[in-house]
Every structure is written in structure tokens, then in C-alpha cells.
């Protein structure tokens, strides 16, 4: 069965919360070690920085209509048993997994031009860059939790989202990390 | 046998499942468009998009 299904069977607010909590935990815990990333490559000149961002973006969007890129990925689901806990708290654990960007599938080329600009066009300062790269993990987290939370809160059937829309998505990532990159650039 | 009732909230709850992704589309194309003149914005659209485009796996 659709772990997505699993957790419909006990939609709930507050498993709707779970879900989202850890979802967000696991993209903050992804965006740190981005950030420690983001630390070593500092002496790499801004330009260069931001026009390799650009070339990644480039490359990248093409796989967002079909993947002619094999991107590396694990390849792996949440496991079943996840879901013999409470389901509070397989919520957590499972979005957790999910947050995290890289444990399971990744189906889109997203994630991978949010990773580079994370680590190649952070800001300069460590509040700034901080700030940045939680904004990025929170919101990745929202994003991440949307569909299951909001079917979890609202009592509403999971179906799956059109391609359409998972599409979309990808492209205003991409078009939001090449303005990033842009602003880099001209900073 | 499913009262008439029941099959009503069925219909109301798939309608208010499929309403998640345009809304949820909707809202990124309008932030996207304010990405190249807010850096703070940019961020956010870039990692909400990313997230909700995993959203066709689990």
C-alpha cells in the first residue's frame, strides 16, 4: 500500500503537524551540512561561484520534462515498518526520511539545483548564510509536507498530483535559483 | 451499501484534494515572479518548489 495511504487512515491534525515537523527537521539537518559545505568552498571567486550555478541550472531543466540526466540518487523507500509506531510518530520518522531530500527517490532535478546553490552562492556572512539556508530548509520542508498534511489536516482523499503541477514546481525552483545565482553575480 | 450522504463528502473530499496543487502552484508561479528583485523570496520559492516537486514519490 502507498505509505502516503498509510498515514490517510489516520489523518489527523496532529499527525498533519508530525508530518510537517519532520519533514522540516530532516531539510534543516540537509541545509547545515550545505552550509558547512558552502564554508570549505568560500575561496572559490564569486563569479565563478554563480556562473556554475547557472551552467547547473542550465543543464537541469531539460530533466524536469524527462530525465535525460541519471542523476545520483539511492533509490530507496521508507521502509514499512516505520508505520507499526504510532501514527504520530511514524508521521515524523517517515516525513523525516522524506525531508531529509536525498534518502529515498529523488523524481525531480530540483533538489539537486537547490543543493549547489546552497553550497556555491550562500551568503558571505554566517548569520546571513544561516538564515538562508534555513529559509531554503523550512520552506523545502513546507513544500515536502504540502500534499500529506494538507490531506492529513483536512480529512480529504490522497490522490496523486499531476505532472503538471510537479513539473511547474521544478521550473519555479530553477528560475528562483537562477535569480539567486543572478544576484550573486551582480552583488 | 455507501448512503447517497457519504458518496456527497466523498466527492467534496476528492475535490478538496485535487484543489491542493493549483492552489499550491498558483502561489509559486506569483512568488517566482517577485524572485528577481527579492533575494529572501528567491530562497523560499526555490526550496518550497523543490520539496513539492518530490511530491509524486514517497
Redesign the interface.
Known amino acids: 500500500m502507498n505509505s502516503a495511504l498509510l498515514l490517510h487512515r489516520h489523518a489527523s491534525p496532529a499527525v498533519a503537524v508530525n508530518h510537517l515537523l519532520g519533514a522540516v527537521f530532516g531539510a534543516v539537518l540537509t541545509a547545515s551540512t550545505l552550509l558547512l559545505v558552502s564554508g570549505l568552498l568560500t575561496p572559490l571567486p564569486d563569479a565563478v561561484a554563480a556562473a556554475t550555478t547557472l551552467l547547473v541550472v542550465a543543464l537541469l531543466a531539460p530533466a524536469v520534462f524527462r530525465p535525460i540526466w541519471r542523476l545520483p540518487q539511492r533509490r530507496w523507500q521508507v521502509p514499512r515498518q516505520v508505520f507499526d509506531d504510532r501514527p504520530e510518530a511514524a508521521a515524523r520518522r517517515f516525513a523525516f526520511q522524506l525531508g531529509l531530500g536525498f534518502r529515498t527517490y529523488v523524481t525531480s532535478p530540483a533538489p539537486y539545483a537547490v543543493a549547489t546553490m546552497l553550497a556555491l552562492v550562500a551568503p558571505h556572512g554566517l548569520g546571513e548564510a544561516a538564515i538562508a539556508a534555513m529559509s531554503v530548509a523550512v520552506t523545502f520542508g513546507i513544500g515536502r509536507s504540502a500534499v500529506v498534511s494538507s490531506h492529513a489536516l483536512f480529512g480529504s482523499a490522497a490522490v496523486d498530483q499531476p505532472r503538471w503541477a510537479l513539473n511547474a514546481a521544478s521550473l519555479c525552483s530553477l528560475v528562483a535559483v537562477a535569480a539567486v545565482a543572478v544576484d550573486a553575480l551582480s552583488a | 451499501m455507501r448512503t447517497p450522504l457519504a458518496a456527497a463528502a466523498?466527492t467534496r473530499?476528492?475535490a478538496?484534494?485535487?484543489a491542493?496543487?493549483?492552489a499550491?502552484?498558483a502561489c509559486?508561479?506569483a512568488?517566482?515572479a517577485v524572485?528577481?528583485v527579492s533575494?529572501?523570496?528567491?530562497?523560499?520559492?526555490?526550496?518550497?518548489?523543490?520539496?513539492?516537486?518530490?511530491?509524486?514519490?514517497?
Do not use: I, M, Q
Not at chain 2, 529572501?40 to 514517497?58: Q, T
Open positions: 466523498d473530499a476528492l478538496r484534494s485535487r491542493v496543487a493549483p499550491f502552484v509559486l508561479v512568488a517566482t524572485s528577481f533575494a529572501p523570496v528567491a530562497l523560499c520559492v526555490a526550496g518550497a518548489g523543490a520539496g513539492y516537486s518530490l511530491s509524486g514519490s514517497v
